[in-house]
C-alpha cells in the first residue's frame, strides 16, 4: 500500500531512480569487462595473433567491418562487439567442424556446405580451423562447390631453399630411391639416360657412352624436370606402383616443383595425372592432405584445360570417403566434378575408338562452316509429319570470320514477327531408314540466344562434359580411356602386358565399372568405332553372366548409340602378308579385319540381347572420306554396310570418320539426336516406377 502511494504520488522521482540504477550497473559492468580485457591483453601478447598473416601465406581480403543486424540496418563493429562477434564467429566454426565428423552422412555433408562459405572470418581464423580440420572434411570441402581456399591447409616450406642444382639432385634421388624400391626397368632405362655423370656409376642400369653424351646437354632445371615428371608420371600409371611416390615421401617434391611452375601448363598437366593415378587408393589420403594438395586440386577442379580439371576432379572424387564410387586409371568422372545435392538419375557412359582418347574424341568441330536455315510451323498434319514453311533466308557456308552463327541469328531474331519458328539442325543426315524419328529441328521455345549457342567465339574440348552436364540435369557423365595402337612397333613398357584383345580389354574396363558403381541406374552408352565394339562386347558378357553385379550392367542399359562403329569390320585393316611383316599391326588393327568372324559373333550375340533386354539404338555413319598418313590419302574407313547394325535408327551423316563424333554446335542433329534420347529414357525412367 506504501508502495502504490508512493509511485502514485513521485512517478517523476521513481522513474529517475530506476533510469540512475539500470545506468550505474551498466557502466559498472562495462568497466569490469574493459579492466578483464585489459589484464588479459596485458598477460598475452595479442600483437603475435595480428601479425599472424605475416607467418601465414594467405591472400589478403580487405572486407568493410559491417555487421548486417537487419536488410535495412547496419552497424560498423568496434570495441568490445567487435571482440565478442569474432569469439562468437570462432565459436560457431568451430561448432561446424565438430558436426563435419559427425557419423551421420546428412549432418556431415550440412555441416561442410555452412562451413565451406563462411567466408566472415577473419584469416587468423583461417588458420586456425585449417589446422583443426581432418583430411576427410578437407576432401569434402575441397569438392564443395565456391569452397573458401583459406580453408585449406598451405604446402609446407621444405625444398624452398633449394637452388636449380640442388633441386634437381633432390628429385635424382628419388628416383633412384623409386627404383631400388620396385626395379621398374622403364625407371631404370630414364635414369641411365639422363642422369648419368662421370663420377657417379653405382646407380647405373645401363652405362654406356649415348647416355653419358645425352647427359652433357641436359643440364636446365626446365629440360630436366618435366622429363622427371613424365617418368613418374609413366611409373605410377600401374596400379602395382601407384603408391611408391607418397610411400617414399614424394609428394612434398612434387609441390615444390609446382610452385616454381605455377604457370607451366604442361607441368600442371603432368603433375594433376600423376596425383589423379595415386588417388585410387585411399590410405593416401592422409599424405595428400598434410602435403597441401587437397587444396590445390580444389584450384585445379574448375581449370579451364580439361587435361587438368577432369584428372583433378578424378583425384577429389576417389579420396572423398563419402564417395562410394572409385574411379581408376581407365574412368574419368566427367560430369558432377563437385558434390551434388541431388543423386543421378542415369549413367551416359562415352567409349571412345582406335587411336582417341577422352580429352581429343569428343571435342567440338572446327567451325569452318555453318548450315543454319529458320523456318515457321505453318500446320500440324500427324503426329511426326509437319508442314514446314520457309520464312527467313537459308544461310549455308557461312564465313563465320566475318559473321558468326550468334550474329547471324541476332538479325534473324528481330525480322522475325510470329513466335512459332524452328532452327533446322546443322549435319542432317543424307540417308536413314524406316525406323528414324528425328528431331531434326531444334523449337524456338528451347533457344536461349545468350546462352545455348555454342557458336559464340566459345570452344569445347568435351561436350559430353560442358553440354550434356547444361542440358540434361541429373546425369553422371563417364568417359572410359585406354591406350591402342596401329603397330606392334609401338614402344611397350617392361612392366606392362602385351597389347589386350578385345575380349581382354571388355573384361578390364567391366570390371572397373563396377568399381565406379555401375549397374545401379539406367544407363545410356555413347560409342565412336571400336569403342562400340567394346560396348557390345561388355554387354553380351554381362548377360551371359552369373555375377549379378555384372549382369545388371546389361539389364540397366536402356539406349546406345555408334557412331561409326564397324561392326563387321573394316577394310583399312586387310593387310596383305607382305605387308603384314613390316608394319606388324597391332592386335587391335588384326582384330578388326573386315568379316572378321569375331565380329561377326559379337554381332550376332547382340542382336539377342537386344531381344531379350529392349533398349534404343541410334547408329551414325560416315559417308565422306577420311585423309590419312602424311600422303594426303584418302579412304571410307567405315562403310555404311559395315556401319549398319541392322536394328534401331539408322542415319548416313555427310562427315568423315573423325568429324563423325564432333557436332559443330549444339544445332548439330547429331548432338540434338543423343540430346533428345537422354531426354526420352529419362522420362520414361520416371514414369515407370508409377507403373
Request: glycine residues 4%; neutral net charge; proline residues 4%.
Amino acid at each position: 500500500m506504501f508502495l502504490h502511494s508512493l509511485w502514485k504520488d513521485n512517478k517523476s522521482l521513481v522513474k529517475y531512480l530506476s533510469v540512475a540504477v539500470v545506468g550505474a550497473s551498466t557502466a559498472c559492468f562495462y568497466y569490469q569487462i574493459n579492466r578483464t580485457r585489459e589484464i588479459l591483453e596485458n598477460t598475452l601478447d595479442i600483437s603475435v595473433l595480428q601479425n599472424m598473416d605475416h607467418y601465414i601465406s594467405r591472400e589478403e581480403t580487405l572486407e568493410e567491418e559491417i555487421i548486417e543486424i537487419h536488410p535495412h540496418f547496419k552497424y560498423k563493429k568496434s570495441g568490445l562487439l567487435q571482440w565478442f562477434l569474432n569469439h562468437l564467429k570462432f565459436a560457431h566454426a568451430r561448432r561446424l567442424l565438430a558436426v563435419a565428423k559427425d557419423n551421420d552422412q546428412y549432418f556431415r555433408t550440412k555441416a561442410v556446405n555452412s562451413l565451406a562459405h563462411m567466408h566472415y572470418l577473419d584469416n587468423w581464423h583461417f588458420a586456425l580451423i585449417a589446422n583443426m580440420i581432418d583430411p576427410r572434411t578437407a576432401v569434402a570441402l575441397a569438392r564443395t562447390p565456391n569452397a573458401d581456399r583459406r580453408l585449406f591447409l598451405d604446402p609446407p616450406f621444405r625444398y624452398h631453399n633449394y637452388n636449380k642444382d640442388e633441386l634437381i639432385n633432390a628429385m635424382r634421388d628419388f628416383l633412384i630411391s623409386i627404383f631400388e624400391k620396385s626395379q621398374h626397368k622403364c625407371m631404370g632405362y630414364f635414369l641411365s639416360k639422363v642422369f648419368v655423370y662421370e663420377h657417379d656409376s653405382g646407380h647405373i642400369v645401363d652405362n654406356d657412352s649415348s647416355a653419358l653424351e645425352l647427359s652433357n646437354f641436359i643440364q636446365t632445371e626446365k629440360e630436366v624436370l618435366p622429363m622427371c615428371l613424365e617418368s613418374l608420371l609413366h611409373h605410377c600409371s600401374i596400379e602395382q606402383y601407384s603408391t611408391d611416390i607418397a610411400d617414399l615421401n614424394g609428394l612434398p617434391l612434387l609441390m615444390e616443383i609446382y610452385k616454381r611452375y605455377p604457370d607451366n601448363v604442361n607441368v600442371i598437366v603432368k603433375l594433376c595425372q600423376i596425383l589423379s593415378y595415386m588417388s585410387y587408393n585411399k590410405n593416401l589420403l592422409e599424405p595428400f592432405c598434410k602435403s597441401g594438395w587437397i587444396g590445390v586440386l580444389s584450384s585445379w577442379i574448375n581449370h579451364e584445360d580439361i587435361h587438368i580439371s577432369v584428372p583433378a576432379a578424378r583425384a577429389l572424387a576417389n579420396l572423398d570417403n563419402d564417395n562410394v564410387a572409385q574411379y581408376p586409371s581407365n574412368l574419368y568422372i566427367l560430369h558432377p566434378i563437385n558434390r551434388t545435392k541431388k543423386p543421378q538419375d542415369m549413367d551416359v557412359i562415352f567409349v571412345h575408338g582406335l587411336l582417341g582418347g577422352v580429352f581429343f574424341t569428343w571435342r567440338q568441330r572446327n567451325k569452318n562452316q555453318a548450315e543454319v536455315e529458320v523456318i515457321s510451323k505453318k500446320k500440324k498434319l500427324g503426329k511426326n509429319d509437319l508442314q514446314l514453311e520457309i520464312q527467313a533466308l537459308t544461310v549455308k557456308n557461312l564465313d563465320l570470320e566475318r559473321k558468326t552463327t550468334r550474329e547471324y541469328f541476332q538479325d534473324i531474331k528481330d525480322k522475325i514477327v510470329t513466335d512459332e519458328y524452328e532452327i533446322v539442325c546443322n549435319d542432317l543426315p543424307l540417308n536413314c531408314n524406316k525406323d528414324c524419328t528425328g528431331p531434326f529441328t531444334c523449337p524456338r521455345n528451347e533457344l536461349n540466344f545468350d546462352n545455348n549457342l555454342a557458336d559464340d567465339g566459345s570452344y569445347t574440348y568435351c561436350w559430353p562434359k560442358d553440354w550434356l552436364a547444361q542440358d540434361c540435369k541429373n546425369i553422371r557423365v563417364i568417359g572410359i580411356n585406354y591406350n591402342t595402337s596401329l603397330s606392334m612397333w609401338a614402344p611397350l613398357c617392361p612392366s606392362a602386358k602385351k597389347k589386350l584383345t578385345l575380349n581382354e580389354r571388355s573384361d578390364m574396363i567391366a570390371r572397373k565399372l563396377l568399381d565406379c558403381d555401375i549397374g545401379k541406374r539406367p544407363i545410356v552408352w555413347i560409342t565412336h568405332s571400336m569403342g562400340g565394339l567394346i560396348a557390345k562386347n561388355i554387354l553380351c558378357k554381362a548377360f551371359h553372366s552369373n555375377d549379378s553385379a555384372l549382369k545388371n550392367i546389361c539389364l540397366q542399359t536402356k539406349a546406345i548409340v555408334f557412331y561409326s562403329t564397324p561392326h563387321y569390320g573394316s577394310k583399312m585393316a586387310n593387310l596383305n602378308h607382305a605387308v603384314s611383316l613390316v608394319l606388324w599391326p597391332s592386335v587391335e588393327v588384326q582384330e578388326l579385319r573386315e568379316n572378321s568372324p569375331q565380329l561377326k559373333s559379337i554381332h550376332e550375340d547382340f542382336l539377342r540381347v537386344v531381344q531379350e533386354i529392349p533398349m534404343k539404338v541410334v547408329t551414325f555413319v560416315e559417308t565422306k572420306s577420311t585423309i590419312v598418313t602424311a600422303m594426303k590419302f584418302n579412304v571410307l574407313l567405315v562403310e555404311p554396310k559395315s556401319g549398319n547394325p541392322g536394328i534401331g535408327e539408322y542415319f548416313e551423316i555427310p562427315q568423315d570418320h573423325l568429324g563423325i563424333c564432333k557436332p559443330q554446335n549444339k544445332f548439330s542433329f547429331m548432338y540434338q539426336k543423343v540430346l533428345h534420347l537422354l531426354r526420352e529414357v529419362k522420362e520414361k525412367e520416371d514414369v515407370s516406377p508409377s507403373e
